[in-house]
């Protein structure tokens, strides 16, 4: 039963993390970050990303431009390119190293202290994962709201407003963290069970000697 629970663990974790890996890429190229909407012009919809920005207009369709130079961007778009980039990255490490962990996985079948500990490791990179993925999101969403509440920008200026990839990313911070923690949950009962296996089994190799002579055993 335990042995049916810790797999069920590691499943649903890998999912979880591989879920939010997933998303932590969209949400990496997706140019919806901000959205700014004309009130002079209700058919034309402006929209950013850490990328591009993108114009769409009812009669032409979606036009986008790439930033032209990555030094003029604001601070929190610079370092949001840098850090999605290293969460996708370590996401897939993570992703990597917790499949070969995995008790379902017959390599390395025969090291299991192996397996624990890339399970943990994985369960750590995808924390990491999940941190650096929150925190360029949440510093964009941030700065918005500054922007948006700024008393010294006149009323009639249009004002940028949270775009849909601010939600995916972070749901994908989300999904990476508590698919971490599933699987550090998994490798430490893994851990336990294995601790609890070899004290048996001294125990057992104690008792033995006893056994085969037709004493009794002097702990009993």
């Known amino acids: 039963m335990a042995l049916i629970f810790r797999i069920v663990m590691q499943s649903v974790g890998l999912l979880l993390s591989f879920l939010g890996w997933i998303l932590s890429i969209i949400t990496t190229y997706l140019p919806h970050w901000k959205n700014l909407n004309l009130d002079l012009n209700d058919m ?3 929209t950013m990303g850490l990328w591009q920005t993108c114009v769409t207009q009812e009669e032409v369709g979606m036009q986008c431009k790439d930033f032209d130079s990555f030094l003029a961007l604001p601070a929190e778009l610079r370092v949001s390119r840098i850090l999605m980039l ?44 999940g941190i650096t993925a929150l925190v360029p999101v949440s510093w964009v969403a941030h700065k918005t709201v500054q922007e948006f509440w700024d008393e010294n920008v006149p009323d009639f200026v249009p004002r940028w407003e949270f775009g849909g990839a601010l939600f995916l990313g ?16 998994a490798a430490c009962s893994s851990h336990t069970l294995l601790a609890s296996g070899h004290y048996a089994v001294a125990q057992m ?8 002579d037709g004493t009794a055993d002097p702990q009993v």
């Open 44 to 46: 034309e919809n402006w």
């Open 86 to 129: 290293l969460s996708n990255g370590l996401g897939f490490l993570g992703l990597l190293l917790s499949g070969f962990g995995l008790d379902c996985v017959r390599t390395g079948e025969g090291q299991r202290d192996l397996k624990r500990r890339l399970l943990i490791l994985g369960g750590v990179l995808s924390w990491a994962s």
């Open 170 to 185: 972070w749901s994908a911070g989300l999904s990476l963290l508590l698919g971490g923690c599933l699987l550090n949950g």
């Open 205 to 212: 190799q104690t008792q033995c000697p006893y056994l085969e």
